[in-house]
């Protein structure tokens, strides 16, 4: 098979795995990527594509405001090959109360140096006249965008493949320590393995803080014009992070073919792809109640995808000890291709032992005790402590969820 | 708004019209659903009672005398939203049907294969500019070569002519061996003979090309003249419209939706039609390409057991077995030769919906990677006309079919009941 | 004959009732009902609903299958050659 030796083995090709593909590879390392399916399948194929900065703490601000300015650079003078557009998003307040919360995030993301505009109810509907009446108003940030994720996860793997990567088509039975198992029996070895499985990595490592979380996308006909902006509820924050029961949440995306992207929503407890007719039928009462004329678009596909979430929202990207030379990039819930870039940068950086843009920290994967962050580097010869198998994980992934952990 | 019926028949083709008749006849009560504005089907398209076949107008004239069936028109199922109910969008709008027992009668469609200016305006489907020209699309006058392959291609001529349209050639890919033997053959099915005879009069004077195929379509906005391969040689035949057609698929989404299997291309039915998901059952070209006859015989022995009654299904079942014989004839004859699979360049349309061409396509080597990388089977037609295609092309098989199995507004899906209520 | 009056790209036009929408498209002498994605014209291709290619705006409802729809009357077609939708 791989004749030489590896530096790095990357699990996973979706965006985040392709993210960390390139970047590694762009460093010199000598990369294969090990992927069971068609690149950029899983959840990169399944979401909306949605270039967000979020605010719910400031690690998710940080990481979030990063990412967008390296897909800035990454998408650069060709935009339509990302099919990439700056939509902006509008984030719209129902209510008096909602409204209050967006000039809350109007002050964080303006402290944090992000252009975003305050919108009383007037200036809402002269954006988005398709919204129903009784809106309170909204924010609009700018610098929000878009990108179609199976496409970008294609352009990062390309890129790793240009320095040298290799993809391997086939399935990772396990992880040993420098290494894998693949399911035809035979053994990669790399000095570093990264973990970037998705929703997946749960099934090579129990022990992971991991929750699949359910969500559904439609997608309609081509109506250009027919909303401006990405479309999000200020609600969507508390559905998002619910850490049990099934929420639906409006959420709607112009895409530059003039398809509507239509979610979204979360359900707990199942791993199951198929489509749910019921989900189908209350995801789309909600957004017809914020825009009523999309009640007459047609729907042309449904489907479904497994967020990996964490208990407190934030993704592991770091070093675990569950394994020698293993590493972390995964975790990334919602927010996946929006962090793929940084997420890669900050591994890098890691690996190399060099500070990152931002502070590493609070996504490290030791904050989760059982997890042991291994002193990281390419000479790894600290004996580590085994972790606890991490048996009954719902409940415990709740507790924490409900109590925000803080990063250690 | 929910709807209740003992069965409901999905299509109100032969098959269904059959089965709905069979049901009713049997104080069931019926619901039929249709996507047409007319009930018939493709092959009595335009309304049973316009057709000339007795047995159309005397099966319409008892269902619509019947009090216990219920047709709607212009409806399309959308889905199943929970067990034994389907979701049905109508002109205006979304209707909950909850069946006792189901019979898919949704027909067959047809294969279509691309070659270089197939997406010209002027070029359609050989059942296609049948179905077309029922509906008064205007073929008088126009040159027409009717191309590809199957029996229906002598019965599109025929409408087509009757209609005042000047039939420059008929074009059968099948070889003139291939032929001579199902003629032959006709000999089991006397009314079948007895048809071919008559079409072989209306078709009088009409040159017909055995061994012959289109190589590409040809003019700038419009179709303006058709290349064709003819046996050894190559000729090019102007006209205003090219009626081209491989033969016909069974429409096998509804029942895929629903859980049931397949036998190859249709799907699978046991003696009394009943498929593989419990009260499910399947008549017609859906189980089967066979034709009219076959549709029928397989109609009533649907609704004969749908409504429980398997000792009378029994009986009818020796009805259909001729037609059987008849449905395997055809499959051999009428399979698309290699050179099909070729005609295609790299600049030709292959998902016509998102404009895929054959270049784009043939560097992937899965349908879900094509389908994800170049948008291929996105587009409003989900995959059926490009997935025939990348069938015969690439040898690759569709994804799982996925709700809506037709584009729905999203206003029905968002009306569906709660099924936890009535 | 019964006769139905519609209009199609704001030209008013006059068909036998049960013509479905696409042949009144066609009787105005241009069959194309709709662009590409890449800018090409199309018109229907299956006459039966399937390929898609016949949609057009029906009273200010996109993507309506012609081929399928009856002419009404009073009906404001718009075909769709001049969008790239």
Not at chain 1, 153 to 178: K, M, S
Not at chain 2, 56 to 69: G, I, K, M, P, Y
Not at chain 2, 325 to 338: H, M, S, V, W
Request: proline share 5%; glycine share 10%; charged share 20%.
């Amino acid at each position: 098979m791989i004749k030489q030796p590896i530096d790095v083995i990357v699990i996973g090709a979706g965006i985040i795995g392709a993210a960390c593909a390139e970047a590694l590879a762009a460093r010199g390392l000598r990369v294969t990527v090990i992927e069971q399916e068609t690149v950029g399948s899983g959840a990169t194929a399944a979401g909306m594509g949605h270039l967000v900065v979020m605010d719910d703490n400031a690690a998710e601000l940080a990481l979030s405001a990063y990412s967008l300015r390296l897909w800035k650079e990454l998408v650069g003078d060709h935009p339509q090959r990302h099919e990439y557009s700056r939509c902006g998003t509008i984030w719209v307040a129902a209510d008096e109360d909602e409204l209050a919360a967006a000039a809350l995030k109007a002050a964080t993301l303006s402290a944090h140096g992000l252009a975003c505009e305050l919108l009383d109810a007037a200036a809402l509907y002269a954006r988005e006249p398709q919204l129903r009446p009784g809106l309170a108003g909204g924010l609009l940030v700018r610098g929000d965008g878009l990108v179609y994720p199976p496409k970008s996860a294609r352009i990062l793997l390309e890129r790793a493949l240009r320095d040298g990567a290799l993809l391997v088509r086939e399935r990772v039975r396990a992880i040993e320590d420098h290494g894998v198992l693949l399911d035809d029996g035979s053994r990669l070895q790399a000095t570093h393995v990264v973990l970037a499985a998705g929703a997946a990595s749960g099934a090579l490592l129990p022990e992971l803080p991991l929750q699949a979380k359910k969500g559904h996308v439609i997608i309609t006909d081509r109506y250009p014009g027919f909303v401006q902006h990405q479309l999000v509820e200020l609600g969507y924050i508390k559905s998002a992070h619910a850490a049990h029961g099934d929420s639906v949440a409006f959420n709607v995306q112009p895409r530059p073919t003039g398809q509507i992207l239509i979610g979204s929503s979360r359900q707990f407890d199942t791993t199951d792809l198929a489509v749910e007719p019921a989900m189908m039928t209350r995801m789309l009462r909600h957004a017809i109640g914020y825009v009523p004329a999309l009640a007459e678009l047609n729907v042309l596909r449904c489907w479904a995808g497994l967020r990996a979430a964490t208990p407190d929202g934030l993704p592991l990207i770091g070093p675990c000890a569950a394994r020698r030379g293993l590493w972390l990039a995964t975790g990334h819930e919602g927010l996946g291709i929006t962090t793929s870039l940084a997420t890669a940068q900050l591994l890098t950086a890691q690996i190399f032992k060099e500070n990152a843009a931002i502070s590493q920290l609070p996504y490290l994967p030791g904050r989760f005790q059982h997890l042991l962050a291994a002193p990281a580097g390419i000479e790894d010869d600290v004996p580590l402590t085994r972790p606890l198998p991490f048996s009954a994980m719902p409940p415990t992934a709740n507790a924490l969820a409900d109590g925000r952990a803080s990063p250690p | 708004m929910m709807h209740d019926f003992d069965v409901l028949v999905i299509g109100a083709g032969p098959a269904g019209l059959a089965a709905a008749h069979a049901a009713a006849a049997h104080g069931m009560r019926v619901g039929v659903v249709d996507d047409n504005p007319l009930a018939g089907g493709q092959i009595w398209r335009g309304g049973p009672e316009q057709q000339r076949d007795a047995r159309a107008q005397t099966l319409w004239s008892d269902l619509r005398a019947a009090a216990n069936v219920r047709f709607m028109q212009r409806s399309r199922v959308l889905y199943a939203p929970a067990p034994k109910q389907l979701l049905v969008q109508t002109p205006d709008a979304a209707l909950t049907l909850r069946y006792g027992r189901l019979i898919i009668a949704t027909g067959a469609r047809e294969l279509l294969l691309p070659f270089p200016g197939w997406t010209l305006p002027g070029v359609t489907g050989a059942g296609g500019l049948q179905a077309l020209a029922k509906g008064g699309y205007p073929v008088d006058g126009k040159r027409v070569l009717v191309a590809g392959s199957g029996p229906l291609l002598l019965a599109v001529a025929a409408t087509l002519r009757e209609r005042g349209a000047q039939l420059v050639g008929i074009a059968e890919q099948a070889p003139l061996w291939r032929l001579a033997r199902f003629g032959f053959s006709l000999l089991a099915t006397p009314s079948k003979l007895a048809q071919s005879l008559r079409l072989a009069r209306q078709l009088s004077g009409v040159p017909y090309f055995a061994n012959s195929f289109v190589l590409a379509a040809h003019g700038d906005d419009a179709l303006r003249s058709v290349r064709l391969r003819r046996g050894a040689k190559t000729a090019t035949i102007a006209c205003d419209l090219l009626a081209c057609g491989y033969g016909l698929l069974p429409n096998v989404e509804l029942a895929l939706a629903l859980g049931c299997a397949l036998d190859g291309l249709s799907v699978r039915v046991d003696e009394l039609q009943r498929c593989s998901v419990d009260d499910v059952f399947c008549a017609g070209e859906g189980s089967g390409i066979g034709g009219v006859d076959l549709a029928l015989a397989e109609g009533r022995v649907a609704g004969l057991a749908a409504a429980g009654l398997s000792t009378l299904a029994l009986a009818a079942v020796k009805h259909r077995q001729r037609w059987r014989g008849f449905a395997g004839r055809l499959a051999y004859t009428f399979a698309p030769r290699a050179e099909l699979r070729a005609l295609a360049d790299d600049d030709t349309i292959v998902c016509r919906c998102e404009d895929v061409t054959h270049g784009e396509l043939r560097q992937h080597d899965s349908w879900r990677g094509a389908k994800l990388q170049t948008r291929c089977g996105m587009g409003p037609c989900q995959g059926r006309i490009c997935g025939a295609a990348t069938g015969v092309l690439y040898g690759w098989r569709p994804d799982a079919v996925r709700m809506p199995i037709v584009p729905a507004r999203a206003g029905s899906i968002a009306a569906a009941c709660d099924h936890t209520t009535v | 004959m019964n006769q139905i009056t519609l209009s199609i790209d704001a030209r008013s036009i006059s068909v036998a009732a049960g013509t479905s929408v696409a042949a009144a498209i066609a009787m105005t002498g241009d069959a194309r009902t709709r662009r590409s994605i890449s800018g090409q014209t199309r018109a229907p291709l299956c006459g039966m609903g399937v390929c898609q290619e016949c949609r057009v705006v029906i009273d200010g409802r996109a993507h309506q299958l012609s081929c399928q729809t009856p002419c009404e009357s009073g009906m404001q077609v718009l075909t769709m050659r001049q969008d790239s939708a």
